[in-house]
C-alpha cells in the first residue's frame, strides 16, 4: 500500500477572503502510490486548497508546505508547481478548442518557455504513444472542438499526465469527472492507477460522487466549513460515515439517495407534447409529460439525450418538430427562448458559467434578473426578494451583495435553479441539475423540485448520472442513436437498470 513517506504534506494552511476564513489550519499528507480523495460540502474549501498548491492563492503568513521532504517557500510561485512535479486537471478542462490535440498538449511548456522550439512530428509521435499506452482512439492532428465529451477530458487528463514530467510527483484532478459520461469514467480510473502503479507519485481527486471514492481511493481526508475532519482509509469508511464525515449533521432534506413513492401518471393528461423532434442527433422523437411528473432522459455520449431540451427551448436549432403546452402548439424549427418563456417553459443548461449566469454581478442580481420584467424595480424589494430566495434555497455564504462568480460551484447551482423555479415554471427543462454539487447540496435541489412537481409543473431532467434519475424521475426514457429505445418506470428505475439500459443490456418496451 502507501509508502509511510509523505510526498505532499501541508501544514498549517489559513486562508482568508476579506474577512472570511475559508480554510482553517488544514493539514494534508499525501503518500507516494496513493488516490487520495478531498471531499467536502460546496463552500468547504476543497478547490482553494488546490489554488494554494497550484500558486494562484497566497495563504495566510504560518502555512507550510513540503514537496518529497523539502521545504518549499509559500506562496508557490506562479508555474512553480512544474517544477514541483505537481500538475492539475480543472473543472473546464482549460483546453483551446480552436487547437489541434497536439499543439493543446504542447500549450504548458510552450507558455512557460521551457521549450523553445518545437519538432511537431516528433510530438505527434509522441502524443500517440502516449494515447496507445492507456488505449485512446485520438488522431494528434483533429481539432480539439471536434472531439466528443469523453476525449476531451481525456486529452485533457493526458496533458496533465504528461506535464509531471520526469520528477512526477502529484495529479491534482478537481472534480474530473463532473462533465465526463459514464462510459469514459472506467478509462479515467484506468489512466488513474497507471500513474500510481509504481509508487513514485500519488493522485489527489476531487469528487463529490461517494461511489467513485469508495471505489477508487485509498484515503480520503474531508474539508468541513474550511476545517479538517481528518483523513482516513477509504476501506475503513461506509457511504453512511463518509456523508456523516460530509455533513456533519443529519441531512436536512431526505437522503438523496433514496427514491421517493412511486407514483402512477398513466392516466394523467399530458401537461406537454413533444413530437417528432428532429435535430443534428434526435430523428423524430417524442414523449409526453403530465402534470406532477419528472421524466429523466438519458443515454451515451451522442445518442441525441442531451440534445432534446435545448431544442424545445430554442437555445440551439432544431430542424423540425412540435411543442404543444396548454392550447399552443409551437414549431420547435422557429421557437426561441423568448417564445418558451411566454409559455411558462424554462430551461437550466449545464453550464452555469457558460449559459446561466452573470459571474461578474451579485448573487441578489442574478437571482431577481426573471423577475425584473414583471415591473418589481425597487432595490430594497429586490434585496429582500434575492434574501429569501438565498434562504430558501440554502444558498452560501447567506449574502445576497456577494459577487455569484465568487461562490463555489453547488451554490451557484443552487442560486440558478432558485432563479429560475420562483416564476412558477409550468414545464422545467434541466440538464445535469446535480452536477459538482455536493450531497447536502443534492438533497436540498431534489427537494426543491419535488416541491415544484407537487405544485402542478412538468419538469424534464437530462442526466448520464444514473443514481440521480433513478431517485429523482417518475419516467425515464433512454436514448441511442437518435431514438428512444426504452421507457423505464417503478421496479425497472433503478440505477443498474437504467446503466444496461443504456449500455444495450436490456431492452424495455416503448410506450406510443
Ligand atoms: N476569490 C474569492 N473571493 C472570495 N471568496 C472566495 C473566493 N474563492 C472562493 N471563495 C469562497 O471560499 C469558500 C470556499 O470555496 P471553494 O471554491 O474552495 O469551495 P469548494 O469546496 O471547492 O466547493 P465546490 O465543491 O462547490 O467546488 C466559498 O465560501 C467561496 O465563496
Given at each position: 500500500m502507501s509508502s509511510p513517506d509523505p510526498i505532499v504534506n501541508i501544514v498549517g494552511l489559513s486562508k482568508t477572503f476579506g474577512s472570511h476564513t475559508v480554510l482553517k489550519d488544514v493539514g494534508l499528507t499525501i503518500h507516494a502510490g496513493e488516490v487520495h480523495g478531498l471531499l467536502g460540502e460546496n463552500g468547504s474549501g476543497k478547490s482553494t486548497l488546490i489554488k494554494v498548491l497550484a500558486g494562484f492563492h497566497a495563504p495566510d503568513p504560518g502555512a507550510a508546505l513540503q514537496v518529497r521532504g523539502r521545504d518549499v517557500p509559500l506562496p508557490?510561485?506562479?508555474?512553480g508547481f512544474r517544477e514541483l512535479g505537481i500538475s492539475f486537471v480543472h473543472q473546464d478542462l482549460a483546453l483551446v478548442p480552436d487547437l489541434s490535440v497536439v499543439e493543446n498538449l504542447r500549450v504548458g511548456p510552450v507558455v512557460a518557455g521551457s521549450r523553445p522550439w518545437i519538432s511537431w512530428r516528433r510530438e505527434k509521435g509522441t502524443a500517440r504513444a502516449l494515447f496507445d499506452r492507456f488505449g485512446l482512439d485520438v488522431d494528434p492532428d483533429a481539432p480539439v472542438s471536434s472531439l466528443g465529451e469523453t476525449d476531451r477530458a481525456l486529452v485533457a487528463i493526458l496533458r496533465a499526465v504528461e506535464e509531471l514530467g520526469d520528477h512526477r510527483t502529484l495529479l491534482v484532478l478537481?472534480?474530473?469527472?463532473?462533465?465526463?459520461?459514464?462510459?469514459?469514467t472506467d478509462l479515467l480510473f484506468s489512466v488513474v492507477r497507471e500513474i500510481v502503479v509504481d509508487k513514485k507519485a500519488a493522485v489527489l481527486f476531487v469528487s463529490h460522487d461517494l461511489d467513485e471514492v469508495l471505489d477508487h481511493t485509498d484515503r480520503v481526508t474531508v474539508l468541513r466549513d474550511g476545517v479538517s475532519q481528518g483523513t482516513h482509509r477509504t476501506r475503513d469508511l461506509t457511504a453512511v460515515s463518509l456523508i456523516d464525515l460530509i455533513v456533519g449533521r443529519s441531512l436536512d432534506s431526505a437522503d438523496p439517495r433514496v427514491a421517493g413513492p412511486v407514483r402512477d401518471f398513466d392516466d394523467a393528461a399530458p401537461l406537454a407534447r413533444i413530437e417528432e423532434l428532429e435535430t443534428a442527433t434526435v430523428d423524430g422523437i417524442g414523449f409526453d409529460v403530465r402534470s406532477g411528473e419528472i421524466v429523466g432522459l438519458t443515454g451515451i455520449a451522442g445518442s441525441g439525450y442531451d440534445d432534446v431540451l435545448p431544442a424545445v427551448y430554442g437555445a440551439r436549432p432544431a430542424r423540425g418538430g412540435r411543442l404543444t403546452i396548454g392550447p399552443d402548439t409551437v414549431a420547435l424549427q422557429t421557437i426561441t427562448p423568448i417564445d418558451a418563456l411566454d409559455r411558462k417553459v424554462v430551461y437550466v443548461p449545464p453550464d452555469r458559467k457558460v449559459e446561466g449566469s452573470a459571474p461578474e454581478l451579485t448573487v441578489a442580481e442574478n437571482v431577481t434578473l426573471p423577475i425584473l420584467g414583471a415591473g418589481l424595480v425597487k432595490p430594497g424589494a429586490l434585496r429582500v426578494a434575492a434574501a429569501s430566495l438565498a434562504e430558501r434555497c440554502d444558498v452560501r455564504p447567506r449574502d445576497p451583495q456577494a459577487v455569484y462568480g465568487s461562490l463555489s460551484g453547488g451554490n451557484q447551482q443552487k442560486a440558478l435553479l432558485g432563479k429560475w423555479l420562483q416564476t412558477d415554471p409550468a414545464l422545467v427543462l434541466l440538464a445535469e441539475p446535480t452536477q459538482g454539487v455536493d450531497i447536502g447540496a443534492r438533497a436540498r435541489i431534489f427537494e426543491m423540485l419535488r416541491e415544484t412537481a407537487r405544485g402542478g409543473a412538468g419538469i424534464v431532467v437530462a442526466s448520464s448520472d444514473y443514481e440521480q434519475l433513478s431517485v429523482l424521475c417518475d419516467r425515464v426514457l433512454v436514448f441511442s442513436r437518435g431514438h428512444i429505445v426504452a421507457e423505464l418506470t417503478g421496479d425497472h428505475l433503478s440505477k443498474h437498470h437504467i446503466s444496461d439500459s443504456v449500455l444495450g443490456l436490456t431492452r424495455q418496451e416503448v410506450k406510443a
Amino acid at each position: 500500500m502507501s509508502s509511510p513517506d509523505p510526498i505532499v504534506n501541508i501544514v498549517g494552511l489559513s486562508k482568508t477572503f476579506g474577512s472570511h476564513t475559508v480554510l482553517k489550519d488544514v493539514g494534508l499528507t499525501i503518500h507516494a502510490g496513493e488516490v487520495h480523495g478531498l471531499l467536502g460540502e460546496n463552500g468547504s474549501g476543497k478547490s482553494t486548497l488546490i489554488k494554494v498548491l497550484a500558486g494562484f492563492h497566497a495563504p495566510d503568513p504560518g502555512a507550510a508546505l513540503q514537496v518529497r521532504g523539502r521545504d518549499v517557500p509559500l506562496p508557490v510561485p506562479a508555474g512553480g508547481f512544474r517544477e514541483l512535479g505537481i500538475s492539475f486537471v480543472h473543472q473546464d478542462l482549460a483546453l483551446v478548442p480552436d487547437l489541434s490535440v497536439v499543439e493543446n498538449l504542447r500549450v504548458g511548456p510552450v507558455v512557460a518557455g521551457s521549450r523553445p522550439w518545437i519538432s511537431w512530428r516528433r510530438e505527434k509521435g509522441t502524443a500517440r504513444a502516449l494515447f496507445d499506452r492507456f488505449g485512446l482512439d485520438v488522431d494528434p492532428d483533429a481539432p480539439v472542438s471536434s472531439l466528443g465529451e469523453t476525449d476531451r477530458a481525456l486529452v485533457a487528463i493526458l496533458r496533465a499526465v504528461e506535464e509531471l514530467g520526469d520528477h512526477r510527483t502529484l495529479l491534482v484532478l478537481d472534480e474530473p469527472t463532473v462533465f465526463l459520461p459514464r462510459e469514459g469514467t472506467d478509462l479515467l480510473f484506468s489512466v488513474v492507477r497507471e500513474i500510481v502503479v509504481d509508487k513514485k507519485a500519488a493522485v489527489l481527486f476531487v469528487s463529490h460522487d461517494l461511489d467513485e471514492v469508495l471505489d477508487h481511493t485509498d484515503r480520503v481526508t474531508v474539508l468541513r466549513d474550511g476545517v479538517s475532519q481528518g483523513t482516513h482509509r477509504t476501506r475503513d469508511l461506509t457511504a453512511v460515515s463518509l456523508i456523516d464525515l460530509i455533513v456533519g449533521r443529519s441531512l436536512d432534506s431526505a437522503d438523496p439517495r433514496v427514491a421517493g413513492p412511486v407514483r402512477d401518471f398513466d392516466d394523467a393528461a399530458p401537461l406537454a407534447r413533444i413530437e417528432e423532434l428532429e435535430t443534428a442527433t434526435v430523428d423524430g422523437i417524442g414523449f409526453d409529460v403530465r402534470s406532477g411528473e419528472i421524466v429523466g432522459l438519458t443515454g451515451i455520449a451522442g445518442s441525441g439525450y442531451d440534445d432534446v431540451l435545448p431544442a424545445v427551448y430554442g437555445a440551439r436549432p432544431a430542424r423540425g418538430g412540435r411543442l404543444t403546452i396548454g392550447p399552443d402548439t409551437v414549431a420547435l424549427q422557429t421557437i426561441t427562448p423568448i417564445d418558451a418563456l411566454d409559455r411558462k417553459v424554462v430551461y437550466v443548461p449545464p453550464d452555469r458559467k457558460v449559459e446561466g449566469s452573470a459571474p461578474e454581478l451579485t448573487v441578489a442580481e442574478n437571482v431577481t434578473l426573471p423577475i425584473l420584467g414583471a415591473g418589481l424595480v425597487k432595490p430594497g424589494a429586490l434585496r429582500v426578494a434575492a434574501a429569501s430566495l438565498a434562504e430558501r434555497c440554502d444558498v452560501r455564504p447567506r449574502d445576497p451583495q456577494a459577487v455569484y462568480g465568487s461562490l463555489s460551484g453547488g451554490n451557484q447551482q443552487k442560486a440558478l435553479l432558485g432563479k429560475w423555479l420562483q416564476t412558477d415554471p409550468a414545464l422545467v427543462l434541466l440538464a445535469e441539475p446535480t452536477q459538482g454539487v455536493d450531497i447536502g447540496a443534492r438533497a436540498r435541489i431534489f427537494e426543491m423540485l419535488r416541491e415544484t412537481a407537487r405544485g402542478g409543473a412538468g419538469i424534464v431532467v437530462a442526466s448520464s448520472d444514473y443514481e440521480q434519475l433513478s431517485v429523482l424521475c417518475d419516467r425515464v426514457l433512454v436514448f441511442s442513436r437518435g431514438h428512444i429505445v426504452a421507457e423505464l418506470t417503478g421496479d425497472h428505475l433503478s440505477k443498474h437498470h437504467i446503466s444496461d439500459s443504456v449500455l444495450g443490456l436490456t431492452r424495455q418496451e416503448v410506450k406510443a
